[in-house]
């Protein structure tokens, strides 16, 4: 993944948590990945998997396609 859509992607991720108020920890349990894996693909610099984005995605409720629209 061209890191500029990663970035894109982890800020979307930021965005959709923060506007439920869950933490990073809340959301890594939830979608079954470590903390520090999440807060790296909030902040771009992991590149993330299809199954990992599968799992935020649900963890947050919203549609896999929701992750790469703003």
């Known amino acids: 993944m061209y890191l500029e ?6 800020a979307r ?4 948590r923060e506007a439920r108020t869950i933490t990073q ?3 890594a349990i939830v ?13 771009g610099r ?7 984005l599968d799992a935020i995605a649900r963890a947050l409720g919203v549609a896999l396609r ?3 629209n703003s």
């Open 5 to 10: 859509t990663q970035r894109a992607i982890g």
């Open 25 to 27: 920890t809340q959301l």
């Open 31 to 43: 979608a079954g990945l470590s903390r520090p894996t999440l807060a790296n693909y909030e902040a």
């Open 66 to 68: 929701d992750l790469f």
């Open 46 to 52: 992991q590149t993330m998997t299809v199954r990992a």
């Open 13 to 16: 991720i930021r965005a959709l």
